[in-house]
């Protein structure tokens, strides 16, 4: 029987869940030929969205062309060209060796030159856009893909990627290139009234039943976080004979829980001690971090300490900072500190 539930790579159609606003927004920056900066945390659904829209797009309007590429991998603006190249001769199927084309930033007009000569619109998205962030003189690529990109009118750029804080930078500061080159969208959480829907149908789909509520309950035990909700919903499912029981959900979350335990251990490992009690503090539902009674508490250190640990921890996005709110940006990982971590 196949399994209902997917996390951990891209999903599309049936396993695709709501988004239908904000696949609606991207269709028409599609069709609009709009620049697009995708930011979110991490696995939320990012690149799933984009492709569902290619999909979308493709069928809406036949004179588009897709060029897909990812920019993990890169360490250097030469690599970034020279994977910009390769993929838009692949992707275009122009039908010649891309180490032909020339591997310097000339390259990144390939797309409006084949535009113009294919009388069409070309729309290059690019994941883990953020890479470029890494680069030495990051600051000089990104106006050197700034410049060549504006003036390009048959082509629109959809930009992404799985750290937030640094899309943000690069998006989101004024002064620096890339600001205000991109309509931006900020995905949110998917409603729990949408996981509902979407849990209990696919238990149905494959001869199983949960109730609504209890699918509710499920996606509210990891906060609504698409990878987690998939995940925990796969461990539930295979725990099912027939019918779904509360007792099946919570034995599924702490089999999530011993999954991940290496994982956060190594986590936990590679931060200060005082980052460590800085997180159990935002667990714990701490609020004004630099009061005398928190540091004595957490052993914090000085309220200058405060900053500093956000800044660090905010940076590997292990936090989510907004306003004078601090969270953590994995729900799992907050639950394992909870029901781990500080049991140890």
């Known amino acids: 029987m196949e399994i209902p539930f997917i996390y951990g790579k891209i999903v599309s159609d049936r396993d695709f869940t709501d988004r239908t606003q904000e696949s609606s927004k991207l269709l028409a920056n599609f069709l609009s030929q709009?620049?697009?900066?995708?930011?979110?945390?991490?696995?939320?659904?990012?690149?799933?969205?984009?492709?569902?829209v290619i999909k979308l797009a493709s069928?809406?309007?036949?004179?588009?062309?897709?060029?897909?590429?990812?920019?993990f991998k890169c360490e250097t603006p030469q690599e970034f060209y020279e994977l910009f190249a390769k993929r838009t001769v692949e992707e275009l199927s122009l039908g010649v060796d891309w180490r032909d084309a020339s591997v310097g930033e000339d390259v990144l007009n390939l797309p409006q030159l084949i535009a113009k000569k294919r009388k069409k619109k070309v729309i290059v998205c690019i994941d883990e856009f953020q890479q470029i962030g890494e680069f030495d003189e990051s600051s000089r690529f990104q106006k050197i893909l700034r410049n060549h990109w504006q003036e390009q009118t048959d082509v629109a750029y959809i930009l992404y990627g799985s750290k937030k804080h640094m899309m943000l930078n690069i998006f989101g500061e004024y002064g620096k290139p890339f600001y205000r080159f991109c309509d931006m969208m900020f995905l949110p959480k998917i409603d729990n009234q949408d996981w509902q829907e979407y849990i209990t149908r696919r238990f149905s789909e494959t001869g199983k039943a949960i109730s609504p509520e209890l699918a509710g309950t499920l996606a509210d035990i990891v906060e609504n976080h698409p990878y987690y909700v998939q995940q925990l919903a796969q461990y539930t499912w295979l725990r099912t004979p027939k019918k779904c029981t509360e007792d099946i959900v919570q034995s599924a979350f702490q089999s999530m829980l011993d999954s991940l335990n290496l994982?956060?251990?190594?986590l936990m490992d590679s931060l200060t001690e005082k980052q460590r009690s800085f997180l159990c503090a935002?667990?714990?539902?701490?609020?004004?971090?630099?009061?005398?009674?928190?540091?004595?508490?957490?052993?914090?250190?000085?309220?200058?300490?405060?900053?500093?640990?956000?800044?660090?921890?905010?940076?590997?996005?292990?936090?989510?900072?907004?306003?004078?709110?601090?969270?953590?940006?994995?729900?799992?990982?907050?639950?394992?500190?909870?029901?781990?971590?500080?049991?140890?």
């Open 34 to 52: 709009t620049n697009t900066a995708i930011i979110s945390p991490r696995r939320w659904g990012k690149s799933s969205l984009v492709n569902k």
């Open 59 to 71: 069928e809406a309007n036949s004179k588009l062309l897709f060029v897909r590429m990812n920019a």
């Open 263 to 266: 994982q956060f251990v190594n």
């Open 282 to 344: 935002i667990c714990d539902g701490v609020r004004n971090f630099s009061s005398v009674e928190t540091l004595s508490r957490y052993r914090l250190g000085t309220s200058g300490n405060i900053r500093i640990m956000k800044n660090a921890l905010n940076k590997r996005d292990l936090i989510e900072v907004s306003g004078s709110i601090v969270d953590i940006q994995d729900p799992v990982f907050k639950q394992w500190i909870l029901k781990v971590y500080k049991s140890i």
